[in-house]
Nanobody, 115 residues
Framework: QVQLVESGGGLVQPGGSLRLSCVAS????????MGWYRQAPGKQRGFVAG???????SYVDSVRGRFTINRDNAKNTVYLQMNSLKPEDTAIYYC?????????WGQGTQVTVSS
């Protein structure tokens, strides 16, 4: 059974930073590409960033250069460092495999960017 638990969200002012964490249990992490997704109010959930087991990364254009995804395979943990945050980054952030699996969605962590 796979469980993903996200943490690290909060309220931050525009231009601020947050670091999200996602701890995975079960067998998902061994060679799986992991990713972060987000869902803003009134919008569909969408891909934000992904990282392969070997460390190769990909980003959606709107966050490239501001967000950094990395992973610690020994700790079954994937991180999302978010810098230069903007109000439009406000959303619930989730981690999942890439491509995602409907059975892996966790509760997510709320990120609110507001002055």
């Amino acid at each position: 059974q796979v469980q993903l638990v996200e943490s690290g969200g909060g309220l931050v002012q525009p231009g601020g930073s947050l670091r999200l964490s996602c701890v995975a249990s079960g067998s998902i992490f061994s060679t799986t590409t992991m990713g972060w997704y987000r869902q803003a109010p009134g919008k569909q959930r969408g891909f934000v960033a992904g990282i392969r087991y070997n460390g190769r990364t990909s980003y959606v254009d709107s966050v490239r250069g501001r967000f950094t995804i990395n992973r610690d395979n020994a700790k079954n943990t994937v991180y999302l460092q978010m810098n230069s945050l903007k109000p439009e980054d406000t959303a619930i952030y989730y981690c999942n495999s890439v491509p995602f699996s409907d059975s892996y969605w966790g509760q997510g962590t709320q990120v609110t960017v507001s002055s």
